[in-house]
T-cell receptor, first 114, second 111 residues
Framework: GAVVSQHPSWVICKSGTSVKIECRSLDFQATTMFWYRQFPKQSLMLMATSNEGSKATYEQGVEKDKFLINHASLTLSTLTVTSAHPEDSSFYIC??????????FGPGTRLTVT | GQQVMQIPQYQHVQEGEDFTTYCNSSTTLSNIQWYKQRPGGHPVFLIQLVKSGEVKKQKRLTFQFGEAKKNSSLHITATQTTDVGTYFCAGKATGTYKYIFGTGTRLKVLA
């Protein structure tokens, strides 16, 4: 089956620093990748949608200058949390779709900002 | 904006009992997907429903899409401990490209 990886799986950073999270589709070409944020025991909140080679589409209320998304190839999308603050601490999870309608989710990245 | 609610929020059942979660969208959907997320894991795709009134079965799981395409349900017959997890519906509104996830129903199965 289709596999999506995320790196790192967890990261701790200091307030004010930036963190980059990678999302890779390992065995298929991802035409679209989605970035979600999930708080403990809560639902997945869509942050943005990215298509290879074009600018990401951000959801209302998501700061595009704070959450930089780059989808440079059909197998890689990155999310950079810039000038992170403690309130940015969360579980960030990506998903990818290829030729089918299924979303294949990565294992997620737990970000803790101290 | 589009909202997708699920009830109940939590459900504890004895192993062998049935379980149902209901999903309601504020807008008409073009299709709906269901995902399962095990504790500590990531969502895994279960199924997609497209047609009004559609019913699909996967072993002990029965999925239904409402006639008005605004609601859906997932029913599990004779739950097992392996059914533990959070079940999410995700709806795609007509004319949009994205899926909005429901609030989820967390299922615990007591052996």
């Amino acid at each position: 089956g289709a596999v999506v990886s995320q790196h790192p799986s967890w990261v701790i950073c200091k307030s004010g620093t930036s963190v980059k999270i990678e999302c890779r589709s390992l065995d298929f070409q991802a035409t679209t990748m989605f970035w979600y944020r999930q708080f403990p025991k809560q639902s997945l909140m869509l942050m943005a949608t990215s298509n290879e080679g074009s600018k990401a589409t951000y959801e209302q209320g998501v700061e595009k200058d704070k959450f930089l998304i780059n989808h440079a190839s059909l197998t890689l999308s990155t999310l950079t949390v810039t000038s992170a603050h403690p309130e940015d601490s969360s579980f960030y999870i990506c998903s990818a779709t290829g030729n089918s309608y299924e979303q294949y989710f990565g294992p997620g990245t737990r970000l803790t900002v101290t | 904006g589009q909202q997708v609610m699920q009830i109940p929020q939590y459900q504890h059942v004895q192993e062998g009992e049935d379980f149902t979660t209901y999903c309601n969208s504020s807008t008409t959907l073009s299709n709906i997907q269901w995902y399962k997320q095990r504790p500590g894991g990531h969502p895994v795709f279960l199924i997609q429903l497209v047609k009004s009134g559609e019913v699909k079965k996967q072993k002990r799981l029965t999925f239904q899409f409402g006639e008005a395409k605004k609601n859906s349900s997932l029913h599990i017959t004779a739950t097992q401990t392996t059914d533990v997890g959070t079940y999410f519906c995700a709806g795609k509104a007509t004319g949009t490209y994205k899926y909005i996830f429901g609030t989820g129903t967390r299922l615990k199965v007591l052996a």
